[in-house]
């Protein structure tokens, strides 16, 4: 069974970075999708970032709010992803989720993937 769990969330002031983290059991990194989402009171979940792994190297997306400030990495020896988020902006508050195996085209679209985690709040002060 895939199990996943977020940390890393936390307070911040505008500027500021935090370093998110999603372990992951049950589930293979290699030749597989993880991605990291947002969701906002009263708004929808968005996709953030999602990176693809295949056997010679790896593919990152991003979303256009977050390009240049996010960096979407992973630890296969860990079996971690991370969300490195810097020069944050309170728009970019939110709980942020961690998700797995996208079985579907649109990485970016929240019904492509199988799997979630609970969600870590991340709260950014003007």
Not at 19 to 26: D, F, P, V, Y
Not at 93 to 121: K, N
Request: some cysteine.
């Amino acid at each position: 069974q895939v199990q996943l769990v977020e940390s890393g969330g936390g307070s911040v002031q505008a500027g500021g970075s935090l370093r998110l983290s999603c372990a992951a059991s049950g589930y293979t990194y290699s030749n597989n999708f993880m991605g990291w989402f947002r969701q906002a009171p009263g708004k929808e979940r968005e996709g953030v970032a999602a990176i693809h792994t295949v056997t010679g190297g790896t593919s990152t997306f991003y979303a256009d709010s977050v390009k240049g400030r996010f960096t979407i990495s992973l630890d296969n020896a860990k079996n971690t992803v991370y969300l490195q988020m810097n020069s944050l902006k309170p728009e970019d508050t939110a709980m942020y989720y961690c998700a797995a195996d996208l079985h579907e085209s649109g990485w970016y679209r929240v019904d492509s993937w199988s799997y979630w985690g609970q969600g870590t709040q991340v709260t950014v002060s003007s």
